[in-house]
C-alpha cells in the first residue's frame, strides 16, 4: 500500500505564515487576549522553524495555524468573492501586459500558412524581436524596422483595418482584437512585381531587393491576388435593373471602375498611383497590366460537357478530350461586359480571356501526383473544410468509400489528422490515394473550398477554385509544381492555338494569349528598374505587405490591405506541437538573437524578479510585528 506524503513544504509553509500574518493583523481586534496570544506564539514559533529548515516544527506550526484561521478568522461571503476577483484581475493584467510585451503561446486556427504552419500547431511569439509594444494600443514604445527582415513571420493584430469578424474576448473577459500570424514580404518603399510564383522588387532607395532570392521565398510561391476582380463595391442603385457603377479593390485600395452611361455603353476608369482617384489618363492602360496580374491565370478542370457549355469558343480547333484545363486570364477593362452576378443582379464585370489545354490521362496523374487541398473532414460521405461546420446540403461534395474523419492532402500524399493535430500518412491503397480521373478533377476543383458552388456551373461564373497557373522558364505550373513542360506537345498545340487566336482577333475585340512574358530582367541580365517603377506595387510610408504561405487559402494583404507600423506585434520563434520534421525553429530568416527591445524587457523581467525573491526572503526572516 502506497501512503501520500501530506508533510507541507518549506515554501508552503512560508506562504501560510505570511498569508496568515496579514489576515491576524487585519482582524487581530475582533479576538480576545488569549486568542491573540495563541496566534502570535504560534506565527513566532512557525517562522523559527522556516528559518531554521525545521521541516516537522514548521508543518505542524502552519497546519495548527490552518486550524485556527478556519475557526477565528474564517472570511465572510464577501470577502472571498472580493479576494477571488482581485486576484483574477491580477492574474489577467499580469498575463496581458506578459503577453503584449513580452512573450505568448498562439494557436494556428486556419490553414493560411501552410505548409509552413499548420491547423493547431502551437507556436511561442516573441514580443521584443523588433520593438516593445505599449500594451493594448497600436503603437510601439521603441520600433527598429532594420530588425524586421523580409521573410519573416510575424504577428500583428487586426484592429483598425478592414478584417471581417476581428473581435475577440481575451480570456472571456476583456474585448479585444485578433492577432494574424503571416510572413513579411514588403516593407516601406518597396516595390514589387510578381512572376512565376516569384516576387521581383526594389526597395525605397531603388536598389534591386536581393531577400527574395533567399530559400524563404524560392520554396514558396507568391500569387499577387485572391481573384482578379478582388473586392467588388457594387452600388445599390440599378438604372434598368443593371446595377452600375462597379469599382473593383486589390490590397483593399480602389483600382478600377466600370459605369454603365446614357447611351447603354460601359466606361472603364484605372488607379494606378495608389492616390484614390480614377482617371482615364492613367500611366498603366489596363487592368492585368498592374503588379503582373497578365503573368498568372485562374484554373479548373472542365469535363469535355462542361468545356463544350462554357468555353465553346476554344473548341474549334482543339482535340476532343475528356478533360481539359480552363486557364482565365487577362482582366481587363477594355473587354468589360454586362453579367448576372451570383447574387442575381446585373452589373458590369471584368472582361477575360479564357485558354483550354487538353488533360490526358498522364497529365491528370502528374496533377494529382502535385495534389495539395485545405484540411478537410468527412462524415456520412460528405467532405466539408476544417474549421467549418458540417451542413447537410447539396454544397458539400461527395467523396466514395472514405471513413469519417480529418484529412489533408500535401504534394500528392493524403494523410490523416487526429484531434491533437498530429498527422499521419495514409496507405498507398487507401482510397484518397488511389488515382481515378474523377477524383482528380474533384479535388482540383473544390479542394480548397470543399463547396459544390465553385464547381463549373454557368458561364461568367463569378466563384472559381482558388487554384492558379503561371509560367516559369517556358514551363507551365500548377500548384508550385511543373505539370506541362515547355517541350510537352500539349503545351506546344497550346501555345500555336493561342498566337492563331491572337492573329484573327480584331480590333474591337482584341486577345491576348497566356504565354510566357518572362521576368522583369532587361537585355543586360540585371533586374529592370524602370519596368518595375511602372507596373510594380508600391508600398506606403508606415506600411507593410504581410502574405500567407498558402496564397489559396489566405485572407492577407491582398484582401484587408497593407499592415500599418504600429499593428506588429511580434515575430515566431518556435513551433512546440504537434511533433512532426515541423518542430522547433520555423522556416524563415532567423531573428537578431541580441537587440536593444530583447535586451531592455528580458532586464526588466529578470530585475522584477530579482526584486521579487530578494523581497520574500526578507520578509522571511524580519521579525513579525504584530
Given at each position: 500500500?502506497?501512503?501520500?506524503?501530506?508533510?507541507?513544504?518549506?515554501?508552503?509553509?512560508?506562504?501560510?505564515?505570511?498569508?496568515?500574518?496579514?489576515?491576524?493583523?487585519?482582524?487581530?481586534?475582533?479576538?480576545?487576549?488569549?486568542?491573540?496570544?495563541?496566534?502570535?506564539?504560534?506565527?513566532?514559533?512557525?517562522?523559527?522553524?522556516?528559518?531554521?529548515?525545521?521541516?516537522?516544527?514548521?508543518?505542524?506550526?502552519?497546519?495548527?495555524?490552518?486550524?485556527?484561521?478556519?475557526?477565528?478568522?474564517?472570511?465572510?461571503?464577501?470577502?472571498?468573492?472580493?479576494?477571488?476577483?482581485?486576484?483574477?484581475?491580477?492574474?489577467?493584467?499580469?498575463?496581458?501586459?506578459?503577453?503584449?510585451?513580452?512573450?505568448?503561446?498562439?494557436?494556428?486556427?486556419?490553414?493560411?500558412?501552410?505548409?509552413?504552419?499548420?491547423?493547431?500547431?502551437?507556436?511561442?511569439?516573441?514580443?521584443?524581436?523588433?520593438?516593445?509594444?505599449?500594451?493594448?494600443?497600436?503603437?510601439?514604445?521603441?520600433?527598429?524596422?532594420?530588425?524586421?527582415?523580409?521573410?519573416?513571420?510575424?504577428?500583428?493584430?487586426?484592429?483598425?483595418?478592414?478584417?471581417?469578424?476581428?473581435?475577440?474576448?481575451?480570456?472571456?473577459?476583456?474585448?479585444?482584437?485578433?492577432?494574424?500570424?503571416?510572413?513579411?514580404?514588403?516593407?516601406?518603399?518597396?516595390?514589387?512585381?510578381?512572376?512565376?510564383?516569384?516576387?521581383?522588387?526594389?526597395?525605397?532607395?531603388?536598389?534591386?531587393?536581393?531577400?527574395?532570392?533567399?530559400?524563404?521565398?524560392?520554396?514558396i510561391e507568391h500569387i499577387p491576388f485572391i481573384t482578379f476582380e478582388g473586392k467588388v463595391d457594387n452600388s445599390t442603385k440599378s438604372f434598368d435593373n443593371v446595377y452600375s457603377p462597379v469599382i473593383f479593390y486589390q490590397m483593399n485600395e480602389p483600382i478600377a471602375m466600370l459605369n454603365i452611361n446614357q447611351f447603354g455603353s460601359i466606361q472603364s476608369e484605372l488607379v494606378t498611383d495608389q492616390s484614390n482617384v480614377f482617371t482615364k489618363e492613367a500611366e498603366i492602360k489596363d487592368y492585368g497590366d498592374i503588379w503582373g496580374f497578365q503573368n498568372f491565370a485562374m484554373a479548373r478542370i472542365l469535363s469535355c460537357n462542361e468545356a463544350s457549355k462554357f468555353a465553346s469558343k476554344d473548341l474549334q480547333d482543339i482535340k476532343n478530350a475528356n478533360y481539359y484545363l480552363e486557364l482565365t486570364h487577362h482582366p481587363s477593362i477594355k473587354n468589360a461586359k454586362i453579367i448576372t452576378d451570383e447574387m442575381g443582379r446585373l452589373r458590369p464585370a471584368l472582361g477575360y480571356s479564357t485558354s483550354l489545354i487538353v488533360l490526358n490521362e498522364d497529365s491528370l496523374k502528374t496533377i494529382f501526383s502535385n495534389l495539395y487541398t485545405a484540411r478537410f473532414c468527412v462524415k456520412n460521405g460528405y467532405a466539408y473544410r476544417y474549421g467549418s461546420p458540417y451542413k447537410t446540403g447539396s454544397f458539400l461534395p461527395k467523396i466514395k468509400n472514405v471513413e469519417d474523419g480529418c484529412y489533408e492532402f500535401e504534394n500528392g500524399i493524403a494523410y490523416k489528422v487526429n484531434f491533437l493535430g498530429i498527422t499521419k500518412k495514409l496507405n498507398k491503397d487507401h482510397p484518397l490515394n488511389q488515382f481515378s480521373e474523377e477524383k482528380t478533377k474533384l479535388l482540383f476543383n473544390l479542394g480548397i473550398e470543399f463547396n459544390n458552388y465553385f464547381s463549373p456551373i454557368r458561364k461568367n461564373q463569378t466563384l472559381i477554385p482558388h487554384r492558379y497557373a503561371y509560367f516559369r522558364n517556358k514551363d507551365l505550373y500548377l500548384m508550385g509544381h511543373t505539370i506541362f513542360k515547355k517541350e510537352d506537345p500539349a503545351l506546344t498545340n497550346f501555345l500555336q492555338r493561342e498566337y492563331k487566336r491572337q492573329s484573327s482577333a480584331t480590333s474591337s475585340n482584341l486577345y491576348h494569349p497566356f504565354e510566357d512574358l518572362g521576368p522583369p530582367i532587361n537585355e543586360n541580365g540585371k533586374l529592370d528598374i524602370e519596368f518595375i517603377k511602372k507596373y510594380g506595387l508600391k508600398i506606403p510610408k508606415n506600411m507593410y505587405l504581410a502574405l500567407g504561405d498558402n496564397h489559396a487559402m489566405s485572407a492577407d494583404s491582398r484582401d484587408f490591405g497593407f499592415v500599418y507600423q504600429g499593428n506588429l506585434k511580434g515575430g515566431v520563434n518556435f513551433l512546440f506541437w504537434p511533433p512532426s520534421q515541423r518542430f522547433g525553429k520555423p522556416f524563415q530568416p532567423p531573428y537578431q538573437p541580441i537587440s536593444l527591445p530583447k535586451v531592455i524587457i528580458w532586464s526588466i523581467a529578470g530585475i522584477v524578479l530579482i526584486v521579487a525573491v530578494v523581497y520574500l526572503r526578507r520578509r522571511t526572516r524580519k521579525k513579525l510585528k504584530f
Open positions: 500500500m502506497i501512503f501520500k506524503n501530506n508533510t507541507y513544504s518549506i515554501h508552503k509553509c512560508k506562504k501560510i505564515l505570511h498569508h496568515v500574518h496579514r489576515r491576524y493583523k487585519k482582524k487581530k481586534k475582533s479576538l480576545t487576549s488569549i486568542q491573540q496570544k495563541r496566534f502570535e506564539n504560534i506565527l513566532l514559533s512557525l517562522q523559527t522553524a522556516i528559518l531554521k529548515k525545521d521541516k516537522v516544527a514548521a508543518d505542524r506550526g502552519a497546519k495548527n495555524l490552518e486550524k485556527l484561521v478556519s475557526i477565528h478568522l474564517k472570511k465572510s461571503l464577501f470577502e472571498q468573492i472580493f479576494d477571488g476577483m482581485f486576484a483574477i484581475v491580477f492574474a489577467i493584467i499580469f498575463a496581458i501586459i506578459v503577453r503584449q510585451t513580452w512573450f505568448e503561446l498562439y494557436t494556428i486556427p486556419t490553414g493560411s500558412m501552410r505548409p509552413t504552419l499548420k491547423e493547431k500547431d502551437f507556436l511561442i511569439v516573441s514580443k521584443t524581436d523588433f520593438g516593445i509594444n505599449i500594451p493594448l494600443m497600436q503603437k510601439h514604445l521603441y520600433f527598429n524596422k532594420d530588425l524586421l527582415k523580409r521573410g519573416s513571420i510575424v504577428t500583428f493584430s487586426s484592429a483598425n483595418m478592414d478584417i471581417a469578424d476581428a473581435n475577440m474576448m481575451y480570456f472571456y473577459v476583456f474585448p479585444g482584437k485578433k492577432q494574424l500570424v503571416k510572413r513579411l514580404v514588403g516593407k516601406p518603399g518597396d516595390v514589387l512585381y510578381f512572376y512565376g510564383g516569384k516576387i521581383y522588387g526594389i526597395d525605397s532607395n531603388s536598389n534591386p531587393i536581393k531577400d527574395f532570392d533567399d530559400v524563404w521565398f524560392e520554396k
